[in-house]
């Protein structure tokens, strides 16, 4: 108990440390990361996502994160180095004790989750999300909430992407106290949005509504107000 209580200590601190240097815009970029994970999903899938969402904030809302993607394993105390870390995939997912125990700990000390549902792992990640927070639930996060009305305005919540089963895309959540910690984008897959225009041959303005959410996500990783 002593050994997690003094990590999850290391892990404000250390979470705290890099978003304070975002906040006074020193000349260090802020690292994010990917989350590689065990069970068989292709984890790695949405390759250009990330350095083109950290050049769209960086250009359009002021921040300075690094473009290279970090990859960081759920089990590695590596996590407690990124105020935000990204999850996605098609296929099955499993967290082992030791995954669970360092995530949990990691979004406790003020770090934050988003997975994003590339079509296929849904009903697993939410299994493995109940393993996570066995006492919370996942619940769709109100309209209202920062995330959707930060740097640009969200006021219907996530944009839809791609088609995957027709559904209305849903931000979904894990709460600790009022600070949304983990957040699920459904049926939106905002990932795929965030990649290399030709990708996908989206049109731009879906490519630029995914861009600017992920931009909201960002700004309240990095603020959580």
Not at 44 to 71: D, H, Q, W
């Amino acid at each position: 108990m002593r050994i997690r209580v003094l990590l999850a200590g290391i892990g404000i601190l250390m979470i705290a440390g890099i978003v304070m240097s975002q906040r006074n815009k020193t000349s260090n970029s802020i690292p994010i990361a990917r989350l590689k994970y065990n069970g068989g999903g292709d984890w790695y899938s949405s390759r250009t996502a990330l350095p083109n969402l950290a050049r769209f904030c960086n250009k359009n809302i002021g921040t300075s994160i690094k473009t290279e993607e970090s990859v960081v394993e759920a089990s590695s105390e590596d996590i407690f180095l990124y105020p935000y870390v990204f999850m996605t995939g098609h296929g099955n997912v499993i967290f082992n004790p030791k995954d669970i125990q360092n995530i949990r700990t990691y979004l406790s000390a003020g770090g934050f989750l988003h997975i994003c549902d590339n079509y296929g792992m849904d009903k697993n990640i939410r299994r493995e999300i109940k393993r996570l927070f066995p006492d919370k639930t996942l619940r769709e996060v109100p309209f209202s909430h920062s995330v959707y009305q930060g740097a640009y305005t969200f006021d219907n919540g996530l944009p839809k992407i791609h088609k995957h089963e027709g559904k209305a895309p849903k931000g979904l959540g894990i709460f600790e106290e009022e600070r949304l910690v983990l957040f699920y984008d459904y049926e939106s897959d905002l990932g795929n949005g965030w990649e290399d225009a030709e990708t996908y041959n989206d049109p731009e303005n879906i490519r630029i509504e995914a861009l600017k959410m992920g931009a909201n996500i960002i700004k309240y990783a990095f603020n959580k107000d």
